[in-house]
């Protein structure tokens, strides 16, 4: 059985090879420096790599598995993955913890003023009036309430904070005070000083939020995207905050990326923009390729995985 890494894993390379003596696993840096002719025998592939289309699954006829280095798989062909009948994983709930420290990072950074701080730091102003503000008592809409809201539901559960979620089924979820369905966002967007997005993109999340939410948000409020970009149209966001509709954001995902140099979010003053980056963590390789191997052990037994396969219809 042949098992290709689409990223180089350092040590964990040999270890692979030390734990599964009979498979013969082939390591590279992206998908673009897979030899044609491996394409054609590879039977299972792991890691991330942007260069995984349609034509690349294609060119993979035995191809059986994809453990995907990443929770969002939104960028994957997924009706042809479904219609060839290829199991797909993923890292779910890994990169929640990074997820998590960032979006708690992103909040107190702005309620303690560092940013301003900061500013006043390089202009070589001493400002001792600069007044941060409290969490304790404020409102935390949470859209979605997987795993990365969850984690971060348990880091903020020290600030007395009240906690909300909506979701697709609107299920109640441990640390949450109340939950509700998507369809209930227009009644309670307008409710919360902190809004953050967690979702993965789906048809139903696809520009889920559009200028009028904002409006309905108080002027004071905060949103937090780490999510995706696709939950807003770039050129609602964009007018959003041009127009002050609320205080500030934290972005780190976008309609389009990479974000080019030109675009107007760049120049507002009430934008704080991240690459991106929240989901990158020095321990995802560990992390990912344990769940690997335990679905691996599953699959050389019975042919199937059960740790984070991904619902091809719903697309997470």
């Not at 798989?73 to 998590?100: D, M, S």
């Not at 030109?262 to 390729?289: E, F, M, Q, R």
């Amino acid at each position: 059985m042949k098992i290709v890494s689409l990223k180089r894993l350092g040590d964990i390379e040999s270890e692979l090879k030390n734990k599964y003596p009979d498979l013969d696993f082939s390591f590279f840096k992206k998908a673009e420096e897979i030899p044609e002719e491996l394409k054609k025998e590879l039977d299972i592939l792991i890691g991330y790599s942007s260069g995984v289309d349609k034509a690349f699954i294609e060119s993979c006829p035995n191809l059986k598995w994809i453990a995907w280095y990443a929770t969002g798989v939104n960028n994957l062909p997924l009706e042809h993955i479904k219609e060839r009948e290829i199991i797909l994983t993923n890292t779910r709930g890994v990169q929640a913890k990074q997820l998590a420290e960032f979006i708690l990072a992103f909040i107190l950074d702005d309620y303690k003023k560092m940013r301003t701080s900061y500013i006043n730091q390089k202009e070589h102003k001493y400002d001792s009036t600069l007044t941060g503000r409290r969490l304790d008592g404020e409102e935390i809409l949470f859209l979605g309430t997987g795993a990365i809201a969850q984690r971060t539901v348990k880091l903020l559960s020290p600030f007395e904070v009240e906690i909300v979620g909506v979701s697709k089924s609107g299920r109640e979820k441990p640390g949450f005070n109340q939950t509700f369905k998507i369809e209930d966002l227009d009644n309670i967007i307008g409710e919360a000083d902190i809004v953050i997005n967690s979702l993965p993109e789906t048809q139903e999340t696809y520009h889920l939020l559009n200028q009028s939410h904002f409006k309905k948000m108080k002027n004071e409020a905060l949103f937090i995207n780490v999510g995706r970009g696709t939950i807003i149209a770039e050129e609602d966001i964009v007018e959003v905050l041009k127009n002050r509709l609320i205080r500030h954001a934290y972005l780190d995902v976008f309609e389009n990326e990479p974000l080019e140099a030109d675009n107007p979010l760049y120049n507002l003053d009430n934008v704080t923009i991240t690459a991106h980056i929240t989901g990158n963590d020095v321990s995802i390789k560990k992390d990912a390729t344990e769940i690997f191997e335990r679905n691996l052990d599953d699959f050389l037994n019975k042919k199937e995985v059960n740790e984070n396969r991904v619902d091809l219809d719903k697309g997470y």
